[in-house]
């Protein structure tokens, strides 16, 4: 369903068995690194595997921090791929998290909007749900955001090993139907598993399609 053929597929497996390094943490619009090579973000519920995928992605266990607990990253974090530097990856703040105490939601607004909206260097960002569960209303919620800042966006499924393959069809099915109604959203899905490994050769393409 992805579509990415063998070249490009093997060029992403290069460029991600490269140098990749974590850059910085930014808590807040003003400790972000200079606009100066292309970037994809990481956008998603909390504990959907935000951070997970980025190290699947990049094949190093521990680059970014992934944790049980939900509400683990709440900065913007930046992690350069390349050297010479050829562009960031940025794992972003997870939303949606029960007990969140309001002004912390109110401060993840600010930020994820902010960025959104005025970081040219933008190309897409990907936003993770949870193949267990689809869709959610804090995820139409991101969507809307992206559609109103004209990000282009990608949907990848995530932790596909946890449910049966039947399922897994079924959801992905009625994840496309949604997604294919939203103006800045790309029409295909993207399933992948972390653990298992499934989707990466697919979503490093996906990465490297976006930044051109
Ligand atoms: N079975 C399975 N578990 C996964 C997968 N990806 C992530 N997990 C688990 O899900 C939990 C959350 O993963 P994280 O990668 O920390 O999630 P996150 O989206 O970065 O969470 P926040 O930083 O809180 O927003 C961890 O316990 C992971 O081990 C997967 O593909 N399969
Ligand atoms: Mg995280």
Known sequence: MSGFDEDAI???RKTFAGPVAFLKSA???RHLPPAEVPEVAFAGRSN???SSLLNALTNRNGLARTSNTPGRTQELNFFDVGDPLA???VDM???GFAKA???IVRKWRYLVNDFLRGRDVLKRALVLIDARHGIKDV???IFDMLDAAAVSYRTVLTKADKIKASELAEVTERTADEVRKRPAAHPDILVTSSE???GIPDLRAAVLEAIG
Do not use: H, N, Q, T
């Open 10 to 12: 093997e060029a992403a």
């Open 27 to 29: 808590p807040e619009l």
């Open 48 to 50: 959907v595997g935000k």
């Open 87 to 89: 562009f960031r990856l």
């Open 93 to 95: 703040p997870g939303y």
């Open 101 to 103: 105490p309001k002004d």
């Open 139 to 141: 995820d139409r919620e």
């Open 196 to 198: 298992k490994g499934m």
